[in-house]
């Protein structure tokens, strides 16, 4: 693969969207790895993980909240690399606890 042709020349991208870049590179890097992993016979599969943005959308919570939470362990979530990712039964397991928690104290 031609690098010139599946990136823009870095003296292009404006500041403001470097950090942005970044981020995509390093998933596009970690999806990368994951291909490396995968043995050729077996069919790659869906993860299924959910971001912390879409957990945010989910539980309307903010994004920081999110990781927040995340990082003290108050929610589930997983390391891959520097990346951190939820698995939605886990979230509804942890929402489904929070909810039963509420009901007792009312």
Do not use: C, Q
């Given at each position: 693969?031609?690098?010139?042709?599946?990136?823009?020349?870095?003296?292009t991208?404006?500041?403001a969207?470097?950090?942005?870049?970044?981020g995509?590179?390093?998933?596009f890097?970690?999806?990368?790895?994951s291909?490396?992993?995968t043995p050729?016979?077996v069919a790659?599969?869906s993860?299924g993980?959910?971001?912390?943005?879409?957990?945010a959308?989910?539980?309307?919570?903010?994004?920081?909240r999110?990781?927040?939470?995340?990082?003290?362990?108050?929610?589930?979530?997983?390391?891959?690399?520097?990346?951190?990712?939820?698995?939605?039964?886990?979230?509804?397991?942890?929402l489904?606890?929070?909810?039963?928690?509420?009901?007792?104290e009312?």
């Amino acid at each position: 693969m031609n690098a010139s042709k599946a990136f823009p020349d870095p003296a292009t991208v404006p500041a403001a969207e470097i950090p942005a870049t970044i981020g995509r590179l390093e998933e596009f890097k970690a999806a990368l790895y994951s291909h490396l992993a995968t043995p050729a016979s077996v069919a790659p599969v869906s993860t299924g993980l959910l971001t912390a943005e879409e957990v945010a959308k989910r539980l309307a919570m903010t994004e920081a909240r999110i990781y927040e939470m995340a990082r003290t362990g108050e929610l589930p979530s997983i390391l891959i690399g520097r990346l951190r990712r939820f698995e939605p039964e886990a979230i509804a397991k942890w929402l489904a606890t929070r909810r039963s928690a509420i009901g007792k104290e009312g």
